[in-house]
């Protein structure tokens, strides 16, 4: 940190009262996956250290990005919402939604109730992801740049044939709609000390290399290439970054 530095302990919801447009260099991230860890659970003695342990605390899960909680009357809602906004995501997020509700939805035998909402919780995540997404966009500065780590995971049909949630691939067709390019995707590994959840997500993780460039709008697409220069743009000016999502920030990027 800078000994200007300042932390604010938002969530990206909120962040918008601390932190002006236009005003970050570089956002450095680890969105959560969706529903494959519950991160306040695997967190829960760093919790109780920082003497946050208690059920009020716990509680606050629901309300995050790729929280695995809803209620029936919530998960309604959300369908219907659906059903009304889906244009807002990409075609390919839309046709994984779709693919989970032909498998999930219909009283079909055999399906538990996590995987009945599936379809909803997937749309809250990437509405909310998509939220997110598009304020980091307005508090960079042109040519600002965001890295973003993020792995894939599933879900599984009533045969146990597994449908992948690819979330780096729908997370950068959300990212290129919001006006970002993809200028790098890195390969990486899942640290050990999150093996125990690897039932339910994949085994890599990429950090996506996402640039602002003033003008690219809305559903304007742009090639992967691998030319992202760090050291780009004027240094001299004070370093700001931003770290907007629930999850812990990834000390080896």
């Given at each position: 940190f800078t000994p200007d530095s300042e932390i604010h302990n938002v969530t990206y919801l909120k962040s918008s009262r601390v932190i002006d447009d236009s005003s970050v260099d570089i956002i450095v991230t680890s969105p959560p996956y969706f529903t494959a860890m519950p991160y306040l659970i695997a967190d829960r003695l760093n919790?109780?250290?920082?003497?946050?342990?208690?059920?009020?605390?716990?509680?606050?899960?629901?309300?995050?990005?790729?929280?695995?909680?809803?209620t029936s009357k919530e998960a309604s809602k959300l369908w219907s919402e659906y059903q009304k906004n889906k244009q807002i995501l990409p075609d390919s997020v839309q046709d994984l939604i779709e693919l989970t509700s032909a498998n999930f939805h219909g009283g079909k035998e055999g399906i538990g109730q996590r995987r009945k909402v599936q379809p909803e919780l997937l749309y809250r995540y990437f509405r909310d992801m998509r939220g997110a997404i598009l304020l980091n966009y307005s508090q960079l500065k042109e040519g600002g740049v965001m890295w973003m780590l993020v792995g894939n995971n599933f879900t599984k049909k009533n045969n146990d044939e597994k449908i992948i949630i690819n979330t780096p691939s729908l997370l950068c067709d959300i990212a290129i709609d919001a006006g970002f390019e993809v200028k790098e995707i890195i390969d990486t590994e899942i640290p050990q000390s999150r093996e125990i959840y690897s039932s339910n997500q994949g085994s890599s993780e990429v950090i996506l290399v996402l640039k602002k460039n003033q003008g690219i709008g809305v559903n304007n697409k742009t090639e992967f290439t691998t030319d992202w220069d760090f050291h780009e743009g004027d240094a001299t000016n004070p370093l700001h970054s931003i770290h907007t999502y629930p999850a812990k920030f990834t000390a080896h990027l």
């Open positions: 919790l109780f250290v920082l003497g946050m342990g208690g059920k009020s605390e716990v509680m606050k899960e629901i309300g995050m990005i790729g929280s695995r909680e809803v």
